[in-house]
């Protein structure tokens, strides 16, 4: 099992510009999710998925879409990035169960907007 | 709202010394939390869970509802447990994890 792959792993954005970060993730999880990691602080949660077709908003939405057509792929769009978008960007993946279960990670993009 | 608080960024031990990682949250059903590591150049993964009760790596954690905490504790660090960690909050329909800001923990020889 790969697990949870995320591409690319770095890209350089120009104000304005758009971009779908990929993620997919092979252990058949039904929920998944996307953070956020700014400099010095904790993981902040953007979006997330109880299944396909099924998507809401976390913490921190502003400037963000998602869409889960599938069970293994949740892409993370930006329409118009801005320098606040800038930020380390992770994909995560867990399976449904009883309680909370263990969210599997993906490496991360690395994102700078100039 | 839900909040976790890691009031230490940095912390270094020496080999062989007790370690404490801090974490403080606000919650206002029964909490559900977890402790994550990131080791350099690896992903952020899973070190324990409060309900798992277990000893992982040697680290445990207790969580006390009174002090509202979940420390992480390990009796004799490692040069091999220097990461970063974050302390998470469990909560939601799709159990989306509330994060700390994260103590990142040097072991000196």
């Known amino acids: 099992n790969a697990g949870v792959t995320q591409t690319p792993k770095f890209r350089i954005l120009k104000i304005g510009q758009s971009m779908t970060l990929q993620c997919t993730q092979d252990?058949?999880?039904?929920?998944m999710y996307w953070y956020r990691q700014d400099p010095g602080m904790g993981l902040k949660l953007i979006y997330y998925?109880?299944?396909?077709?099924?998507?809401d908003k976390g913490e921190v939405p502003n400037g963000y879409n998602v869409s889960r057509s599938t069970t293994e792929d949740f892409p993370l769009r930006l329409e118009l990035a801005a320098p606040s978008q800038t930020s380390v960007y992770f994909c995560?993946?867990?399976?449904?169960?009883?309680?909370?279960?263990?969210?599997?990670f993906g490496p991360g993009t690395r994102l700078t907007v100039l | 709202a839900q909040r976790v608080t890691q009031p230490e960024k940095l912390l270094s031990v020496f080999k062989g010394a007790p370690v404490e990682l801090k974490c403080n949250y606000s919650?206002?059903?029964?909490?559900?939390l977890f402790w994550y590591v990131q080791y350099s150049r690896q992903r952020l993964q899973l070190l324990l869970r409060?309900?798992s009760r277990e000893s992982i790596k040697g680290f445990t954690a207790d969580l006390n509802k009174g002090e509202t905490s979940f420390h992480l504790k390990k009796p004799f660090a490692q040069e091999e447990d220097s990461a970063m960690y974050y302390c998470?909050?469990?909560?939601?329909?799709?159990?989306?994890?509330?994060f700390g800001s994260g103590t990142q923990l040097t072991v000196l020889p």
């Open positions: 409060h309900i």
């Open positions: 252990m058949n999880h039904n929920y």
């Open positions: 919650y206002s059903g029964s909490p559900e």
């Open positions: 995560a993946s867990s399976y449904r169960g009883q309680g909370a279960n263990e969210q599997f």
């Open positions: 998470a909050l469990s909560k939601g329909s799709a159990r989306q994890l509330t």
């Open positions: 998925s109880v299944g396909a077709g099924i998507t």
